[in-house]
């Protein structure tokens, strides 16, 4: 097992990648801790992970409070020992499905402001805490138009692009303390509920089905397929395992050749 024995804390841990990425820890030996601001969904992932015979455990916390991340962290900490792995899969809360200068400045700026306050909160706090326990990894999730632009996404490009900028100053600053800093580039797998939402808006915008747009992007990369969300998840575990223990301040490319590196 890749994470046996090691505590990570899952950050939107009752979304579709962040419960993804929980169930793929599990399945590797974590102990695994769920935090998001809703219990209810957060039992439910929980529930699934030890129906599998995996370990896990729901606390409420607030991502964008500080104050909350730390209280969490040091109740955690002092019960199981020092966390080892964070992964942030919050939902950054962006609308999609038009051009910019239709949108105005609060839907765009939402995801912008929404990812980096909950990447600054919850990277700063996690790494201070892992560089006072003999190290750790901290691993994230953006998409491929953070680095190559697409009409429709509003402001959700942008925050990608800012949030891998946070995290390769951040691995650069820590890595000598024993924290890594990692993300996976994802191209948005169509079977995540909240993905095929966006999706469906893209489709809407240009006048076609979900099933053309999904096998229209699918042809057009090196391997002929979108990839599916639990292979995001098989790499942000592997990035989080000694395994990828060379590296940092970088990422996994899972787009399926989309982005081209």
Known sequence: ML???????VYGGSGAVGGAVARAYAREGAHVVLAAR?????????DAIRELGGSAEVTVVDARDPDSI????????????????MFNGIFWGDVQGSHMVAMGYDSVMTPILGGMTTWFHTGTILARHMADNGGGVIVGITANVGRMTSANVGGFGIACAAVENFLRQLGQETGQQGVRV????????PDAPGVRDVWMQHAEAVGKSFEQLAQEWGSGVPLGRVTALAQVADAVTLLSSDLAAGMTATFANATGGALID
């Open 182 to 189: 990692c993300w996976v580039r994802s191209p948005g797998s």
């Open 70 to 85: 730390r209280q969490h962290l040091a109740e955690v900490s002092g019960r199981v020992g020092p966390v080892k792995i």
């Open 38 to 46: 809703q219990r209810q969904p957060l039992e439910r992932v929980a």
């Open 3 to 9: 994470l046996k024995d090691k505590t990570a804390i």
